[in-house]
């Protein structure tokens, strides 16, 4: 009989020989984007975790949640259940692949949805601003006793525009979960009498451009049917910014959301958007975000007079158009950061300093995709913190060293 060659024989040993492939991983592995996660999705929290978006499980970059065999998760459904418990909250206990155990009893871990997908709220919990005059809501999760902050939001009551708001983007950003539904708008209870909804529909927004100029034929001119020339609910901290789908329901609260044109909202601010994901998962640094509003646009009226956009204009004049849109990036533990700033206007083609604010440093930020010169898209630019601070007094203050680049 002939003998096998030399490299077959090699690769026959290495094969049996007991170091040649490890033993698969003792414990539990679930792929965050496939067919592994319940649907509707419970938040999936860390015993004793803290009550911040650390204290959600994370999948790893590779998006894979991995648990060590007899590791345990919580599972919660605060204002429904569990369908396979009937409870709103388990502990979850890793047997091995996706088998898990809740009161000795296994499930496989798609098996653990909710009733209905975990709405999220918010709760004041303090003042914020230059001169504490606005105030602060947390947004996220009412779990039994215990509150969990996603998004830290800095609210101004008296014209119902938030100033800013403040999320963590984990390390792991490359790992994400894709494919979340996008589930309806909340609002919170922070709007009085004000229908929101109502307001963000295109129509409704016609009619109430068109009463602020002084004519229909304006507010049909400005606002479209038909195209991307109307006011999106815009995110401040954007839907894919966090990790798992039952998070990203906290991104749904209005407070979350100011009037963006959606020409820019869809192009230029959504490229900037996914450029910092992008840093933070091929870094695979921590950031602490920041996006907020300042001051409101303005259109020549019927008289050719310049003239405040604001969503609601029944008598009382509430949540104004901003004028820009900003997002500070920061590094916690370089102490660098960059704030990047998008003119919220299509119409104007000369912005002034009331739309620059700051000089443009993005020949220096060789990361960030976008037109910052198109008129559509969106006029955008790039800051730094101190030189952004001085023009925009309300916000955050940061202990900031060198530009983020």
């Known amino acids: 009989m002939a003998s096998l060659p030399l490299p077959l024989v090699l690769a026959a040993l290495l094969a049996t020989a007991g170091h040649a492939s490890p ?4 414990g539990c592995s679930v792929d965050v984007s496939g067919s592994d996660m319940p649907d509707p999705q419970p938040l999936l929290l860390k015993p004793g975790g803290s009550k911040d978006v650390h204290g959600f499980v994370t999948p790893d970059s590779s998006g894979v949640i991995s ?11 605060p204002d429904n259940s569990l369908q396979v418990t009937g409870q709103s909250q388990a502990t979850a206990t890793c047997v091995s692949g996706t088998t898990f155990s809740i009161d000795g009893q296994s499930y496989d871990f798609g098996d653990l949805r909710c009733r209905s997908q975990p709405k999220p709220s918010g709760q004041k919990s303090g003042s914020c601003g230059s001169g504490g005059q606005y105030q602060l809501l947390n947004l996220g999760f009412q779990v039994g006793s ?9 609210f101004d009551d008296s014209s119902y525009i938030t100033v800013y708001d403040h999320f963590t983007m984990v390390a792991e950003m490359g790992g994400k979960q894709s494919g979340f539904d996008r589930p309806n708008w909340l609002d919170g209870g922070f709007y009085g009498n004000i229908d929101v909804d109502k307001q963000y529909k295109r129509a409704t927004q016609a009619v109430t451009v068109g009463n602020l100029l002084g004519s229909s034929d304006l507010g049909n001119k400005y606002i479209s049917q038909s195209n991307d020339y109307f006011l999106s609910k815009g995110h401040l901290t954007a839907k894919a910014d966090f990790m798992l789908g039952a998070q990203e329901y906290a991104t749904f609260l209005y407070v979350n959301a100011a009037p963006q044109w959606q020409t820019f909202n869809g192009a230029n601010w959504n490229s900037m958007e996914n450029s910092v994901r992008s840093y933070a998962a091929n870094k695979r640094v921590e950031l602490e975000i920041y996006t907020g509003t300042h001051g409101i646009t303005t259109l020549p009226d019927v008289n050719n007079v310049e003239t405040e956009l604001y969503l609601y204009a029944d008598g009382s004049k509430y949540i104004p158009v901003p004028k820009i849109f900003w997002k500070i990036v920061y590094n916690a533990n370089t102490k660098a950061a960059v704030v990047f ?37 969106g006029y955008s630019y790039c800051c730094e913190y101190a030189d952004f601070k001085n023009a925009v007094s309300d916000a955050p203050s940061l202990s900031v060293s060198s530009l983020l680049t």
Do not use: H, M
């Open 23 to 26: 033993l698969p991983r003792a």
């Open 146 to 154: 215990d509150f969990y902050t996603l998004i830290e939001a800095c």
């Open 67 to 77: 648990l060590d065999q007899n590791e345990q998760i919580i599972v919660a459904c």
């Open 341 to 377: 700033v998008g003119v919220n206007n299509p119409y104007i083609d000369n912005p002034g300093s009331d739309y620059y604010v700051c000089t443009d440093v993005c020949s220096k930020i060789s990361w960030v995709s976008w037109k910052a010169t198109d008129q559509v898209k």
